[in-house]
């Protein structure tokens, strides 16, 4: 099965509500990262993260290793932040992060 | 800051044919690897590289050689593209592996004819 599964694949947000998107781990994730890849294409690292959480202007994102998983939060949705969102791990004896399959985000007026 | 450049930014190559592409970092970073993504999918890892004249095999290297001459720079080659292959390469680098944030470069887009 994936070792890091996200939920939800897909999801439509009316500018300025809130949501959060979720990521689940069945491997002893370490460290997280979070990324929006852009209608471009461009990917952009939002979050790097050990346990705990982090903030970033709209964007809250927390990791709990323990129970193997991390959020991402997205407060006041805004037009420019429609794309895809990946989460990806790190073990402690890895190299290479092991990425989601992604979380295809719409922002609407 | 620095820049992770990714050249071309599209390559359109015929069947058969062996393509290179090529990925330059500024950041002084250790660890660079290579991702394929095909239309509306995931990131999938190809070859990456711990430091200079490092290869290690991803998930899909088969069908791909990888060349990390120099830290800087980390070079992919198709070696024999498939027809009506359509998929985005992207090339990362981190200061010292999962250990450490990764940038990405903007991608190179191939299209096999």
């Known amino acids: 099965g994936d070792k890091v599964k996200q939920s939800p694949s897909a999801l439509s947000l009316q500018e300025g509500t809130n949501s959060a998107l979720r990521c689940n781990f069945s491997?002893?994730?370490?460290?997280v990262q979070w990324f929006l890849q852009n209608p471009r294409g461009s990917l952009m690292n939002l979050f790097y993260l050990v346990p705990g959480t982090k903030e970033n202007g709209r964007l809250k994102s927390a990791f709990d290793s323990k129970e193997s998983y991390s959020t991402l939060h997205i407060r006041d949705a805004q037009l420019e932040d429609s794309g895809t969102y990946f989460c990806?791990?790190?073990?402690?004896?890895?190299?290479?992060?092991?990425f989601g399959q992604g979380t295809i985000l719409k922002v609407y007026l | 800051g620095g820049i992770i450049t990714q050249t071309p930014k599209f390559l359109i190559g015929q069947e058969g044919q062996k393509l290179t592409l090529k990925c330059q970092q500024n950041?002084?970073?250790?660890?660079m690897y290579w991702y394929r993504q095909d239309s509306g999918k995931g990131l999938r890892l190809i070859y990456y590289s711990i430091t200079e004249n490092d290869l290690q095999k991803g998930d899909l290297s088969e069908g791909y050689d990888a060349s990390r001459e120099k830290k800087s720079s980390f070079s992919l080659t198709v070696t024999s593209a498939q027809k009506n292959e359509m998929a985005v390469f992207l090339c990362?680098?981190?200061?010292?592996?999962?250990?450490?944030?990764?940038?990405f470069g903007s991608g190179t887009r191939l299209l096999v004819i």
């Open positions: 990806a791990a790190a073990t402690s004896s890895g190299q290479k992060l092991v």
């Open positions: 491997i002893a994730a370490t460290t």
């Open positions: 990362a680098s981190s200061r010292q592996g999962a250990a450490s944030d990764y940038t």
């Open positions: 950041f002084n970073h250790d660890t």
